[in-house]
């Protein structure tokens, strides 16, 4: 089919739902069952997808076809943007988790070290102001 403005607005749309989700074009086309080529194709601009293939792609990033079709990228823009802040949301808690486990491991390394009696004046710091005692622990270890 020949490019047609309706294709010069899909192709970069696709394109930038496929980046948003960190997929490559082989990835894309092999999950709405087209070849690598028709996809970057169709991303360019050069062919319109036929309704099978424009069905699949709505489908695949849970759009309806008006959606992916409308002239204004408003809405996804949006939906974009809200993917966007669930992914940096889940790598914050991954960091997050990280941060603790070294957190109870440079703790259990300054730990092993000291006396009973020791264990419990940290114990009852730490549950005063755990950060500040952390801070001090990092300090030992250098």
């Known amino acids: 089919m020949a490019s047609s403005k309706k294709s010069d607005i899909l192709g970069p749309r696709i394109r930038l739902l496929r980046l948003d989700r960190g997929l490559s074009i082989k990835e894309l086309a092999d999950s709405v069952g087209v070849h690598r080529n028709t996809m970057s194709d169709i991303e360019n601009g050069k062919f319109f997808p036929n309704p099978k293939t424009l069905l699949a792609i ?22 974009s943007t809200t993917n966007l802040m669930h992914r940096i949301l889940e790598l914050e808690n991954r960091i997050n988790g990280i ?7 440079l703790l259990s390394v300054v730990t092993s070290s000291l006396s ?6 940290l114990g009852s710091a730490l549950s005063q102001n755990k950060e500040s005692v952390l801070i001090f622990c990092k300090t030992l270890i250098k």
């Open 58 to 79: 709505s489908k695949f990033f849970n759009l309806s076809v008006e959606k992916m079709l409308a002239s204004e990228q408003v809405e996804i823009a949006k939906e």
């Open 116 to 121: 009973i009696d020791d264990r419990n004046v």
């Open 99 to 105: 941060k603790d486990v070294l957190d109870q491991d």
